[in-house]
């Protein structure tokens, strides 16, 4: 009975030891990672610059005190809308800017998504010699604070139709 008591009481030192010797490096291990790092190589996340704030509305807009806008719905369906193409604020995009109804300047322009009714459209500007008008129709998203449009229909206003 004897011998058992001592090999059990061996073993519970062993035991101890081990879970001594594993929990030491992982403490160690914490440690080092909680403390700050003297060496250059580890850089804290720096924060993301904020989204870039549409400048068509509000008081960046052309006319003076025009008011913020929010949004065209998604999924919205634009039937007939005239207004103009117009290069975007990155010069690399094209805008379609409505034509105002005379009450108040209620549309911010929407950024045409490149499809081949949009290289009609830049194709009819770069053959005429006049500041085109053009009739649109096409289904309106939404992203990041923007209006997007997918132009179904494009008719360039004739002569007779423009003031």
């Keep these: 009975m004897r011998t058992a008591a001592i090999m059990l009481g061996i073993v519970i030192l062993m035991t101890q030891a081990a879970v001594a010797q594993t929990t030491r490096p992982a403490e160690q291990t914490l440690n080092s990672m909680l403390r700050p790092s003297t060496s250059g190589g580890a850089r804290p996340l720096q924060p993301t610059s904020a989204p870039s704030i549409d400048r068509s509305t509000g008081m960046a807009a052309v006319a003076p005190g025009a008011p913020t806008l929010s949004v065209i719905r998604e999924g919205t369906f634009l039937v007939d809308r005239l207004g103009r193409l117009t290069r975007g604020a990155d010069g690399q995009s094209w805008e379609f800017s409505f034509e105002a109804d005379g ?52 008719v360039v206003v004739p002569d007779s139709q423009q003031f």
């Design 103 to 154: 009450r108040a300047m209620k549309d911010p322009p929407v950024v045409i998504l490149p499809n081949l009714k949009l290289m009609g459209m830049e194709q009819a500007i770069k053959n005429s010699s006049r500041d085109l008008k053009f009739s649109i129709t096409g289904m309106v998203t939404e992203y990041n604070g923007r209006n997007y449009v997918l132009l179904e229909k494009v």
